[in-house]
C-alpha cells in the first residue's frame, strides 16, 4: 500500500478557521478562535486522509517576492486583523508541541512551499493530499497530487477534491492551465489582477481554443469578441506578470528532512498543557495517553485515624498558608481534605471519631488561629463551618475572578494553570459523570487533593497580584467580607407564599388563553402563536406589515422587530403581551414553585463571580430578573411574603449609577442640580430643550429621562431613536444637545475610552478592574461595543461597588445591634430586609445612615424606602 503525504496551506486555512468562527477568547483574553478551528480542521483531515507523512508550510511575515513587479500587486492585500495576526505564531507553538512539522522559508510563499513538496512526494512514490483554500494550488493536481479545498455554504463546510479529470470537469482546462485562466481573468482574493474585460466565461473559451495566452496573444487578431481581442492586445505584458504571479514554484531549495515529517503521536503532554491554557476542554478528550503522575499526587494520602488527624493540625504552624476544602454529597459533609505544604495533602473521610462536627471544629480553630486557609469556594465552608467573621480565610476563585472577571469558570485546574504554573486533570477527567463517592478511590483522592493543594499553592501569588494591581484592599475589605453576607442571605432565604404564586399562575392561565382567542380573531385563523415561522407568515404575508425581515428560517418575530410593529396593527400588541405571559407563567409562576424549600422559603444563590462589571447575580432561581415593566409582572412579588411578625423593609438607591456619573464628570450642571435636589430628568429636559423649568412636559421628561440613563451605558443616536421611536436624526440632536448641556460629561466619556484604548481596561472608584479586549478588534461593530463597555463599567462597577460596602455595614450592623431582622435579598440597587416589626424604625435608621454613607461622592447618595407585608407592598 502507499504511503501518503498531507500537506496543509498554514495560513490559508488559520484565515478560514478565524472568519469561520466568532471570535473567542481564553482566560487571559487571548485570541483562539482561528486556532481552534484550525486543529478541528487539522484533525478531521488526518482521520479523513490517515497520512504517514505531514507538513504545514506557512509564509513568512516579509517575504522578498519572486517577481520585482509581486509587491505592487500582492502589496494591496488588507492588513491582517490583530485578532488573526497574534494566532499565528501561537498556531505555530501549538502545532511544535504536538510534533506537527513546519515549513516556512525567506523569499517563498506557502504555495511554493506546497508545491515543491507536492513534486517531492510524488517522485517518492508517495500520494500526496494538499489541503488550502487557495485555488492556484489547483495547478498541481495530478493522477497521485489531490487538492481538498474547502468550501462554505449555507453555514456548513463541505471539500472539493481535486484530481487532473476534476480539474478538467470542473474549469474545462488542465491543471497547468490554470495560471493562464488566472493570468486572463485575474483573481481579486489573490491580488492577480488579470486583463480588463475579460471574466471567467471568456477567460476559458480563450485557453480552450489557444492553450496559453502566449499562443493566444500569436493569434490575438482570431480572439472574439472584439472586447477581450483589444484587451490582450494592449495588455499583454499584464498577462505575464500575472502569470507569473500565478505559477507556483516547484524547485524552492529546500532543508526538509522526511523523518521530521513523519506521523507521531500529536497528543503529547507539551500539546495537552496548551490545549488546558487555551481552553480547549473538547478537544483534551482526544488524549488518550495516560497522564502521568506528577510528583505532588504522589504525596496525597487518606488518612482515617483520629491520632493522625490530630498530629496534622498540631504540626501546622500559626503562620501557614493552609489549603481545605469541603466535599459533601446531598447537602452532607462526607470529608475534608487539607494541604499544609507538597509533602502532607490529605483527605479525612467522615468516619468513626471523624465526625462533622470534630472536623468543622478543626477547621473553625484553624482558621482563627492565625494560619491563612485558602479555599476554592468560602461560601460551601461556610455552610458546614461555623465562622462569622472574615478573620484568616480567603477565596482564590474569587481572587482570580478580580485578576481575570471575563474568565467563564474559576476551577481549581483554571486556577492552578493561571496563578500556580501547573497542569492538573479536570473535575471531569477524574471523577467523569460519577460522584465523589462512586468514583474510584484513587481518582476521588486525587480531586480532593488538588482541591486543598491548589489554593494553597497559589494563594500568595494571587494576592501579590491583587497588591500590583491596586485591587488588594477591594480584595480584603469588600469582596471577602461580602462572601459571609451573601451566606448568610442563602441561609435565611426569602419566605414565598404558595398558594398565592398558584393563584397567580391561574390569573395568568387565564389572561393567555383569553389572547390566544384574540389573537386567533385578529389574524382570522388559528395557528401556532409560538412558531416564528408561522407567526411571520401571518405578519409579513397574510397582513402585510412593513418591514419583515427574511431569514434562513423565514421571517424574524425577535421582540424589537414587533416593538417597532405595535402601531401597525393590534395582533403585534396582543402577541407581545401574550410572550411577556406566557415567560411569566413558565419562569416564575411555575418555575418558582420548584424551589421552594421545605421550610417555605426559596434559597437563592447569589453569585460573585459571573459579572465582568462586579455586579452580584443571583441564579436557581435568578431573584434579580423579577419583572418590572408591566403592572401583572410586578404583581409577582407580592408572593413574596414576611414571616409572621415580621414586614418588609425596603430601600433603594436613588438614580445611583446617574449620580456616580456626576462624581466622575465633575460636571458642575449635574452636580448642582442633585445638591439642590431637584428632579434631575426634568431639569435635563429643561436644560437640553431650552424649556423653563415649570414649563416642561411629559413628554420632554420622559426623554430627557432616557438620554441621562442612555448616556450611562454609552447609547448610540440609532439606540435612543429605537427606545423613543423618533428618527436617528432627532436622536443624535437629542445626545448632542444632552453633551452641550452637561459639556464634562462628553469629555469624561471621550477620556474613559481613550484611556481604555490605551490600557485595555477600566477601572471602578475603588480600584475594580474591568478589560476590554473588544477595543482592540478590527471589526468596527466589536469596538463600538467595547467603547460603549469602557464607558458604561466605571459606572455600573463603581455603583456594584458601593452596594456590596453598603450590604456588608448593614448586614454588620443587623448584627451587632442584635436585632432579629435579617438582610434576605440584594437586586441591583435594592436591599430587602426581614424586619421585626418593634425593629422597623431602627432597620429604617439602619439602613438609610449606611446605604447614603457607603461612598463619599461629589453629591449625596439618596435611598428611598417603603415598607409593606409582601415585597410589592415594600417597593
Known amino acids: 500500500m502507499r504511503q501518503k503525504l498531507v500537506l496543509i496551506d498554514g495560513h490559508s486555512i488559520l484565515n478560514r478557521a478565524f472568519y469561520g468562527l466568532p471570535n473567542l477568547t481564553n482566560a487571559n483574553g487571548v485570541h483562539t478562535n482561528a486556532v481552534y478551528g484550525f486543529l478541528n480542521i487539522l484533525f478531521k483531515t488526518i482521520e479523513e486522509e490517515r497520512p504517514d507523512y505531514l507538513t504545514v508550510a506557512f509564509d513568512l511575515k516579509a517575504p522578498t517576492f519572486r517577481h520585482k513587479m509581486y509587491s505592487e500587486y500582492k502589496g494591496t492585500r488588507k492588513p491582517t486583523p490583530e485578532e488573526l495576526r497574534t494566532q499565528v505564531p501561537l498556531i505555530k507553538e501549538v502545532l511544535q508541541a504536538m510534533g506537527v512539522?513546519?515549513?516556512?522559508?525567506?523569499?517563498?510563499?506557502?504555495?511554493?512551499?506546497?508545491?515543491?513538496?507536492?513534486?517531492?512526494?510524488?517522485?517518492?512514490?508517495?500520494?500526496?493530499?494538499?489541503?488550502?483554500?487557495?485555488?492556484?494550488?489547483?495547478?498541481?493536481?495530478?493522477?497521485?497530487?489531490?487538492?481538498?479545498?474547502?468550501?462554505?455554504?449555507?453555514?456548513?463546510?463541505?471539500?472539493?477534491?481535486?484530481?487532473?479529470?476534476?480539474?478538467?470537469?470542473?474549469?474545462?482546462?488542465?491543471?497547468?492551465?490554470?495560471?493562464?485562466l488566472k493570468a486572463l481573468m485575474g483573481d481579486t482574493a489573490d491580488n492577480i489582477p488579470g486583463i480588463p474585460g475579460v471574466g471567467e466565461k471568456t477567460a476559458t473559451k480563450i485557453i480552450v481554443e489557444f492553450g496559453n495566452i502566449e499562443n493566444a496573444y500569436a493569434h490575438v487578431d482570431e480572439l472574439m469578441p472584439n472586447k477581450a481581442r483589444e484587451s490582450l492586445r494592449d495588455n499583454y505584458d499584464k498577462a505575464q506578470i500575472s502569470k507569473e504571479l500565478a505559477t507556483i514554484c516547484v524547485g524552492v531549495p529546500l532543508d526538509y528532512n522526511w523523518d521530521d515529517a513523519l506521523v507521531r503521536d500529536f497528543y503529547t503532554k507539551e500539546a495537552y498543557q496548551y490545549f488546558q491554557e487555551l481552553g480547549f476542554k473538547n478537544l483534551l478528550s482526544r488524549f488518550s495517553i495516560t497522564r502521568e503522575e506528577p510528583q505532588i499526587e504522589q504525596a496525597f494520602k487518606l488518612v482515617e485515624q483520629l491520632q493522625d488527624v490530630e498530629l496534622i493540625f498540631t504540626n501546622i504552624s500559626e503562620d501557614a498558608i493552609v489549603g481545605v476544602q469541603i466535599i459533601e454529597e446531598d447537602d452532607e459533609l462526607i470529608g475534608i481534605s487539607l494541604a499544609t505544604g507538597s509533602d502532607v495533602v490529605v483527605y479525612m473521610p467522615i468516619q468513626g471519631f471523624l465526625t462533622?462536627?470534630?472536623?468543622?471544629?478543626?477547621?473553625?480553630?484553624?482558621?482563627?488561629?492565625?494560619?491563612?486557609?485558602?479555599?476554592?469556594?468560602?461560601?460551601?465552608?461556610?455552610?458546614?463551618?461555623?465562622?462569622?467573621?472574615?478573620?484568616?480565610?480567603?477565596?482564590?476563585?474569587?481572587?482570580?475572578?478580580?485578576?481575570?472577571?471575563?474568565?467563564?469558570?474559576?476551577?481549581?485546574?483554571?486556577?492552578?494553570?493561571?496563578?500556580?504554573?501547573?497542569?492538573?486533570?479536570?473535575?471531569?477527567?477524574?471523577?467523569?459523570?460519577?460522584?465523589?463517592?462512586?468514583?474510584?478511590?484513587?481518582?476521588?483522592?486525587?480531586?480532593?487533593?488538588?482541591?486543598?493543594?491548589?489554593?494553597?499553592?497559589?494563594?500568595?501569588?494571587?494576592?501579590?497580584?491583587?497588591?500590583?494591581?491596586?485591587?488588594?484592599?477591594?480584595?480584603?475589605d469588600i469582596e471577602m467580607p461580602l462572601l459571609f453576607s451573601l451566606h448568610r442571605m442563602e441561609q435565611v432565604g426569602i419566605k414565598v407564599a404558595g398558594d398565592e404564586l398558584k393563584k397567580y399562575g391561574e390569573a395568568l392561565a387565564i389572561r393567555i388563553t383569553e389572547l390566544e382567542d384574540i389573537i386567533y380573531q385578529q389574524a382570522a385563523e388559528q395557528f401556532n402563536i409560538n412558531s416564528p415561522k408561522q407567526l411571520g407568515v401571518i405578519l409579513f404575508e397574510k397582513l402585510n406589515l412593513p418591514g419583515g425581515k427574511k431569514t434562513k428560517t423565514g421571517y424574524s418575530t425577535a421582540a424589537d422587530v414587533l416593538e417597532r410593529l405595535a402601531s401597525e396593527h393590534e395582533i403585534v400588541k396582543s402577541i407581545l403581551e401574550y410572550r411577556q405571559l406566557t415567560k411569566l407563567k413558565s419562569t416564575y409562576a411555575d418555575g418558582l414553585a420548584n424551589y421552594i424549600a421545605v421550610d417555605g422559603r426559596i434559597h437563592s444563590n447569589f453569585n460573585q463571580t459571573i459579572t465582568a462589571t462586579g455586579r452580584i447575580s443571583s441564579t436557581?432561581?435568578?431573584?434579580?430578573?423579577?419583572?418590572?415593566?408591566?403592572?401583572?409582572?410586578?404583581?409577582?412579588?407580592?408572593?413574596?411574603?414576611?414571616k409572621a411578625g415580621y414586614v418588609f423593609v425596603d430601600a433603594d438607591y436613588s438614580q445611583i449609577e446617574l449620580r456616580v456619573l456626576a462624581h466622575f464628570s465633575q460636571d458642575e450642571k449635574l452636580i448642582q442640580a442633585y445638591r439642590e435636589a431637584k428632579d434631575i430628568h426634568?431639569?435635563?429636559?429643561?436644560?437640553?430643550?431650552?424649556?423653563?423649568?415649570?414649563?416642561?412636559?411629559?413628554?420632554?421628561?420622559?426623554?430627557?429621562?432616557?438620554?441621562?440613563?442612555?448616556?450611562?451605558?454609552?447609547?448610540?443616536?440609532?439606540?435612543?431613536?429605537?427606545?423613543?421611536?423618533?428618527?436617528?436624526?432627532?436622536?443624535?440632536?437629542?445626545?448632542?444637545?444632552?453633551?452641550?448641556?452637561?459639556?464634562?460629561?462628553?469629555?469624561?466619556?471621550?477620556?474613559?475610552?481613550?484611556?481604555?484604548?490605551?490600557?485595555?481596561?477600566?477601572?471602578?472608584?475603588?480600584?475594580?478592574?474591568?478589560?476590554?479586549?473588544?477595543?482592540?478588534?478590527?471589526?468596527?461593530?466589536?469596538?463600538?461595543?467595547?467603547?460603549?463597555?469602557?464607558?458604561?463599567?466605571?459606572?455600573?462597577?463603581?455603583?456594584?461597588?458601593?452596594m456590596k460596602i453598603a450590604m456588608i455595614r448593614v448586614d454588620n450592623r443587623l448584627r451587632n445591634e442584635k436585632l432579629r431582622s435579617q438582610l434576605v435579598l440584594q437586586v441591583h440597587d435594592e436591599l430587602l430586609v426581614e424586619t421585626h416589626t418593634e425593629e422597623v424604625a431602627q432597620v429604617q435608621i439602619i439602613l438609610r445612615e449606611e446605604m447614603q454613607n457607603a461612598a463619599q461622592l461629589s453629591v449625596p447618595l439618596e435611598v428611598d424606602i417603603n415598607v409593606g407585608a409582601n415585597w410589592y407592598d415594600a417597593k
Open 101 to 180: 512539522c513546519i515549513i516556512q522559508k525567506e523569499g517563498y510563499e506557502a504555495d511554493d512551499l506546497l508545491g515543491t513538496l507536492a513534486k517531492a512526494g510524488e517522485k517518492k512514490d508517495l500520494d500526496v493530499t494538499v489541503l488550502s483554500g487557495d485555488r492556484d494550488l489547483l495547478q498541481l493536481a495530478s493522477e497521485t497530487i489531490k487538492i481538498r479545498i474547502p468550501k462554505t455554504k449555507a453555514g456548513k463546510t463541505t471539500i472539493e477534491n481535486y484530481y487532473i479529470q476534476d480539474v478538467i470537469d470542473r474549469y474545462q482546462v488542465t491543471p497547468i492551465q490554470i495560471v493562464d
Open 356 to 476: 462533622p462536627a470534630y472536623l468543622s471544629d478543626k477547621i473553625a480553630s484553624l482558621i482563627k488561629s492565625g494560619s491563612k486557609v485558602a479555599v476554592l469556594n468560602a461560601k460551601l465552608l461556610l455552610k458546614h463551618v461555623a465562622i462569622e467573621e472574615c478573620c484568616n480565610l480567603y477565596d482564590v476563585a474569587v481572587a482570580a475572578y478580580l485578576l481575570n472577571p471575563l474568565q467563564s469558570e474559576y476551577t481549581y485546574d483554571a486556577i492552578a494553570r493561571d496563578w500556580g504554573e501547573l497542569v492538573t486533570p479536570a473535575k471531569a477527567e477524574l471523577l467523569g459523570k460519577l460522584s465523589f463517592t462512586k468514583a474510584d478511590t484513587k481518582a476521588a483522592l486525587t480531586y480532593a487533593g488538588y482541591m486543598a493543594y491548589v489554593p494553597m499553592k497559589t494563594l500568595k501569588t494571587l494576592l501579590d497580584k491583587l497588591d500590583e494591581k491596586g485591587m488588594g484592599k477591594l480584595y480584603s
Open 620 to 642: 436557581e432561581p435568578n431573584l434579580q430578573n423579577i419583572p418590572v415593566r408591566m403592572e401583572l409582572g410586578r404583581l409577582i412579588r407580592k408572593v413574596f411574603v414576611a
Open 682 to 802: 426634568q431639569i435635563t429636559a429643561s436644560q437640553v430643550f431650552h424649556t423653563p423649568f415649570d414649563e416642561v412636559t411629559s413628554l420632554q421628561r420622559r426623554n430627557a429621562k432616557a438620554v441621562n440613563f442612555g448616556i450611562v451605558y454609552g447609547i448610540s443616536s440609532f439606540g435612543l431613536s429605537q427606545d423613543l421611536s423618533i428618527t436617528r436624526k432627532e436622536a443624535k440632536e437629542y445626545i448632542e444637545k444632552y453633551f452641550e448641556t452637561y459639556p464634562s460629561i462628553k469629555g469624561f466619556l471621550d477620556k474613559t475610552v481613550a484611556d481604555a484604548k490605551q490600557e485595555g481596561f477600566v477601572t471602578t472608584l475603588f480600584g475594580r478592574i474591568r478589560p476590554i479586549p473588544e477595543l482592540a478588534s478590527s471589526n468596527f461593530m466589536q469596538r463600538s461595543f467595547g467603547e460603549r463597555i469602557a464607558m458604561n463599567s466605571p459606572i455600573q462597577g463603581t455603583a456594584a461597588d458601593i
